[in-house]
T-cell receptor, first 120, second 115 residues
Framework: GAVVSQHPSWVICKSGTSVKIECRSL??????MFWYRQFPKQSLMLMAT?????????EQGVEKDKFLINHASLTLSTLTVTSAHPEDSSFYIC????????????????FGAGSRLTVL | AQKVTQAQTEISVVEKEDVTLDCVYE???????LFWYKQPPSGELVFLIR??????QNEISGRYSWNFQKSTSSFNFTITASQVVDSAVYFC????????????FGGGTRVLVKP
């Protein structure tokens, strides 16, 4: 089945540094990838929609300059948390939709295992 | 705007008991899709089921079953004869219409199955 790999699975960084998280679709091409953020014991909140070859679409309230998203190829999207601060500490999860889904309508999204960011 | 409500934040049961998780949704779309995901302590999201708005058939998969009631905008999930490995957070989610594949998640229900 479809597999999405996220790397790193966890990262600890100092305040003020930038952190890059990768989301790769391993056995399929993903025209669209989604980035979610999850605080402890809370639900997943969509941050942005990443489309291959174009600019990401950010949800209201998400800072574009803070969370840089690049979707340079059909198998890779990256999320860079710039000048990270302790309040950016969270669990970040990506999901990917296949380029050509087998079913009409909403294809089943495949989620990565998530990346836990801790900013000291 | 779409909204998913999971009223139960946490449910604790003893192994072999049945547990039902409630999910109520709101949408103005006539075509939409409902999902259930499991998030074990390790964090990854595991897809359990997808249901489209035109298919109100209930479904059973092993110990899992789902009850989709369009009239009450509910998509409830039952785990029969629960096991310790079922301990996780379960999310109900919704997408449809102009939202494309943007999933709107409910708040999640934490299930704790005690031996």
């Amino acid at each position: 089945g479809a597999v999405v790999s996220q790397h790193p699975s966890w990262v600890i960084c100092k305040s003020g540094t930038s952190v890059k998280i990768e989301c790769r679709s391993l056995d399929f091409q993903a025209t669209t990838m989604f980035w979610y953020r999850q605080f402890p014991k809370q639900s997943l909140m969509l941050m942005a929609t990443s489309n291959e070859g174009s600019k990401a679409t950010y949800e209201q309230g998400v800072e574009k300059d803070k969370f840089l998203i690049n979707h340079a190829s059909l198998t890779l999207s990256t999320l860079t948390v710039t000048s990270a601060h302790p309040e950016d500490s969270s669990f970040y999860i990506c999901s990917a939709r296949e380029r050509q889904g087998g079913l009409t309508g909403a294809n089943v999204l495949t989620f990565g295992a998530g990346s836990r960011l801790t900013v000291l | 705007a779409q909204k998913v409500t999971q009223a139960q934040t946490e449910i604790s049961v003893v192994e072999k008991e049945d547990v039902t998780l409630d999910c109520v949704y709101e949408t103005r779309d006539t075509t939409y899709y409902l999902f259930w995901y499991k998030q074990p302590p390790s964090g990854e999201l595991v897809f359990l089921i997808r249901r489209n708005s035109f298919d109100e058939q209930n479904e059973i998969s092993g110990r899992y079953s789902w009850n989709f009631q369009k009239s009450t905008s509910s998509f409830n999930f039952t785990i029969t004869a629960s096991q310790v490995v079922d301990s996780a957070v379960y999310f109900c989610a919704l997408t449809g219409g102009a939202a494309g594949n943007k999933l709107t998640f409910g708040g999640g229900t934490r299930v704790l199955v005690k031996p």
